[in-house]
DNA sequence: GGATGTGAAGTAGTTCACAGCC
DNA sequence: GGCTGTGAACTACTTCACATCC
């Protein structure tokens, strides 16, 4: 593996969030036709100072031209290896309900390196059916052996489905459920929750000037993620 | 001046990001019938210390009680009072689809300070049809005037409707749709974008050792809203 | 000329450590 | 005893400014 020095780069958490974003701006450029981008431009769209991404950037090898900027296709792959894009993960999602559905359904939730494995139901009327072109399989039964979880069943039972994908030997769950899951040490939990982006829109309304009121075109709110320890 | 609530005191952007999560923590507690919490509690089941909570909460103004912590029902209005939730603002969800009604029939997207004002699709099979005790109406038609506008249309009609927003003189916009929307100066958008945990996610994966590989309990990742393409 | 990449400076956020109070 | 609230120290992130290269 010649690449193998991608991966020993330690990129920060802000850095890490910030890629994906870079990543959809040069893919649109791509589709655009555009073979170059620049430091300003790929900020002006993100939401952020061109200085900072070029840091970003930097951070995963300097592979841009100065005077013209980022090749897209280079800065596409580049990307794409620095979020282990290249590995091709499994995904399964359980509860497919209106935001299960939502979701495999996205032309953007799943990205490349991530691939739908199978999805699961406890509703007979769900199970068996085809959605996104998979066959709803039931909950009671094993759960395949994949990469990462995806739970989108009610809060109730999140705790439940999250116990089944550690049997599993699933070691990283992507939570949608508006509830706090343990799991065992080793495990990787990560919650999603589209209302803390409302509340903070609230938020700066209510104080008049925030990041917003200030008079920018758009703000960019940047995933904080942390941990915690349990049980 | 100092009449007024605290709203006066500016909170940083992780503090406001991380108050929704302590509120679902205390509202847990409410409903175990647990009439105290410390900041250790909360640290754990939200992924921080117990330090950066304290820190959070004195922003709110002193309300803990040395020896005993905080009084899950004071904690509960403070952080709601912080957030704006005493001001029952106005939502409209455009785009009824599975994103949409994963959102309004959620128990979590519509919290307190944040009602349903109307719900809008383009689909004529959609249109009429009640969801979530409303009848969706045409989207062709006048717009109702509200506080935040939210978006859970295809990307390719995102920036149509962030136009028809504006114009009903929307100037708080929740974009769900991966697409870039531009607007007046004056209007702030916030983006959200599921797959950028999973990203996140992977990228951890991948590298071994992030805030996951680490041996904890599980970590909390905070919705994150960015930017993309535009135009 | 024009844009990258990066030391140096600046700013924001977190953690330490402990005084203060219950 | 226990836990909050906070100055002080520390760490992380961002921005400035410019040397560097195409």
């Given at each position: 593996m010649s690449t193998a020095r991608l991966r020993a780069r330690k990129l920060s958490e802000p850095t890490i969030a910030r890629l994906p974003v870079y990543q959809r701006i040069a893919e649109?450029?791509?589709?655009?036709?555009?073979?170059?981008?620049?430091?300003?431009?790929?900020?002006?769209?993100?939401?952020?100072?061109?200085?900072?991404?070029?840091?970003?950037?930097?951070?995963?090898?300097?592979?841009?031209?100065?005077?013209?900027?980022?090749?897209?296709?280079?800065?596409?792959?580049?990307?794409?290896?620095?979020?282990?894009?290249?590995?091709n993960y499994d995904v399964v999602v359980v509860g497919i309900g209106n935001l299960g559905r939502a979701l495999v359904n996205s032309s953007n939730f799943l990205i490349r390196g991530a691939q739908l494995a199978d999805l699961y139901d406890s509703d007979p009327e769900v199970i068996g059916t085809e959605v996104a072109g998979h066959i709803v399989k039931p909950l009671s039964g094993?759960?395949?052996?994949?990469?990462?979880?995806?739970?989108?069943?009610?809060?109730?039972?999140?705790?439940?489905?999250?116990?089944?994908?550690?049997?599993?030997?699933?070691?990283?769950?992507?939570?949608?459920?508006?509830?706090?899951?343990?799991?065992?040490?080793?495990?990787?939990?990560?919650y999603v929750d589209f209302s803390i982006e409302l509340q903070i829109l609230m938020y700066h309304l209510n104080n008049g000037t925030g990041p917003l009121g200030g008079g920018l075109l758009h703000s960019l709110g940047i995933a904080a993620s942390s941990q915690s320890r349990g049980t």
């Open positions: 649109g450029f791509e589709r655009r036709g555009l073979s170059h981008i620049d430091s300003r431009q790929i900020g002006e769209l993100a939401g952020v100072t061109a200085t900072t991404v070029r840091r970003d950037l930097a951070g995963l090898g300097s592979f841009g031209t100065r005077g013209a900027g980022y090749e897209v296709s280079v800065l596409n792959e580049r990307i794409a290896e620095a979020l282990g894009h290249d590995r094993e759960v395949t052996r994949a990469t990462v979880g995806v739970i989108c069943v009610p809060p109730s039972s999140a705790q439940e489905v999250a116990d089944r994908l550690v049997r599993a030997d699933i070691h990283a769950i992507l939570n949608f459920a508006p509830q706090v899951i343990t799991v065992p040490l080793g495990t990787a939990v990560h």
